[in-house]
């Protein structure tokens, strides 16, 4: 990891950058595929995903006798921890319901919103490295709850055409409607401009790495809404001298190991914590299997001492990381201060995992800055709000001429007249 001290304001701007791949090439790649995959449908998804994911497949739909085959073979502590997690993450979601009501913004006009689940939805599934199937409790469960008709799940299968046993269990217990195996680009091209045997849906949800958030961002343009660019993993954590530097590293840790394209962040305002931490991470690091992706990881990870807590929380807003830990014994007084964050864990005990799989609270986030600008999934993002209005002879009277005049200005005397020829059968 580059340790930064007191850094300098161009030395700022180098921090917050993320590791990525040539956004020109990533682009070129990624389009060439949704571009064959929208003219050759089902064809091309099996094509892509004998070549990435080396699986030969006859169907891409799961069918319910390989679903019913999962759940069987999900051993019962493991179907126990995701029944545990499910029934947290209801429990937050449904929290977010809102009570929309009519309200007369000036007598004879009345307006409200109705809140209305998006009909058709896709989910995403990461399954390349590791099989996220917490991943599909954090989608199917707020999609479900809002009251989306059609929830449909694409992930990656092996290289034995099957998708890991516990994101079928996660899915059939999160009440996903239809499951295909399909990873990748393909697969957001195959809801975004649906094929012989995947529907097209109207929004897609899910994080994934560069090559799934870029297709992502790019069907977005013409073709489909999506939640937002969710890519690889990312923490910053911040942290003084109460912080307990195991903890520290072993978070650090927990996030750089989801992908060589990972970056961990900390910040400190003590040289001390700092060197814990490192040896800690030393220590840690080579007791995990995945050392080899975590250890890339770190390569473009980063520790930043500072002088003071106001500049520690001023560098992770600038930053805007996917998650923020604060690990510090104030965290109640820095938490004021955060303005852009995907999710933040409070205390030494708040660790990250807890988020990643049963607290609550939802792991797809935005990555790579997107925090000042998006929110992680939620209950909202399955919905839309549609505005209604209605107008009585007295709202006319009220608003009328405003109208009228606000019309003449813009020179749209179309829309002047339709308020012109209300207002006059009114005074009749
Ligand atoms: N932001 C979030 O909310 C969040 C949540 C969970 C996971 N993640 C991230 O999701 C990612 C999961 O990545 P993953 O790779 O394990 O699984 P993935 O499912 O995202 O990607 C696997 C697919 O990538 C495609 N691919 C791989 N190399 C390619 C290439 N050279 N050209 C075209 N396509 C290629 C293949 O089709 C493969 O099926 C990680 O980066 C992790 O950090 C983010
Ligand atoms: N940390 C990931 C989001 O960046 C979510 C996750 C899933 N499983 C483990 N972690
Ligand atoms: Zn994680």
Not at 133 to 139: E, N, R
Not at 356 to 374: F, I, K, Q, R, V
Request: charged share 20%; proline share 5%; with cysteine.
């Amino acid at each position: 990891m580059k340790t930064y001290k007191y850094p300098s304001p161009k030395e700022w701007t180098e921090i917050t950058e993320r590791p990525h791949l040539d956004t020109a090439r990533l682009n070129k790649t990624v389009n060439d595929i949704l571009t064959d995959i929208k003219s050759r449908g089902d064809e091309a998804v099996k094509e892509y995903e004998e070549k990435f994911d080396n699986a030969k497949l006859q169907h891409l739909a799961v069918s319910q006798e390989e679903i019913d085959e999962a759940v069987r073979s999900t051993p019962k502590e493991l179907y126990d921890a995701i029944m545990l997690a499910h029934g947290n993450i209801s429990r937050f979601h449904a929290s977010q319901h809102i009570e929309t009501k009519k309200i007369d913004t000036t007598p004879g006009v009345t307006c409200w919103q109705k809140i209305v689940p998006i009909e058709k939805v896709g989910l995403y599934v990461p399954g390349g490295t590791a099989p996220l199937f917490s991943t599909v409790l954090m989608l199917a469960t707020p999609a479900k709850i809002a009251g989306c008709k059609d929830i449909i799940l694409c992930s990656p299968p092996g290289a034995d055409g099957k998708i890991n046993p516990a994101i079928l269990t996660a899915a059939r217990i999160a009440g996903v409607s239809k499951i295909y195996k399909a990873g990748g680009v393909q697969a957001i091209g195959a809801m975004a401009y649906g094929t012989e045997s995947i529907p097209k849906v109207y929004k897609i949800f899910g994080p994934g790495n560069q090559y799934v958030m870029a297709a992502k961002q790019l069907v977005s343009l013409h073709d489909v809404s999506i939640d937002m660019p969710a890519g690889p993993s990312e923490v910053c954590v911040i942290a003084d001298d109460s912080s307990n530097a195991a903890f520290v590293a072993a978070d650090l840790l927990s996030q750089a190991e989801h992908g060589i394209d990972s970056q961990v962040l900390l910040i400190t305002t003590s040289e001390h914590l700092a060197k814990d931490v490192i040896s800690q991470i030393d220590i840690q690091l080579k007791a995990l299997p995945r050392h080899g992706i975590a250890a890339q990881a770190l390569g473009n990870s980063k520790i930043v001492i500072l002088k003071s807590k106001d500049e520690a929380i001023s560098l992770s807003n600038l930053y805007a990381p996917e998650h923020l830990i604060i690990a510090t014994d104030d965290y109640d007084e820095l938490a004021e201060k955060v303005v852009n964050a995907g999710s933040v864990f409070l205390g030494k005990y708040a660790c990250e995992s807890a988020g990643d799989y049963a607290s609550g609270t939802n792991h797809t986030l935005p990555t790579h800055g997107y925090a000042t600008a998006y929110s992680g999934v939620n209950l909202d993002s399955f919905n839309r709000k549609i505005t209604f209005q209605h107008l009585t002879p007295e709202g006319i009277r009220n608003i009328g001429h405003a109208v009228e005049v606000m019309a003449e200005n813009e020179q749209l005397s179309a829309h002047k007249n339709a308020m012109t020829l209300r207002m006059s059968e009114i005074k009749h």
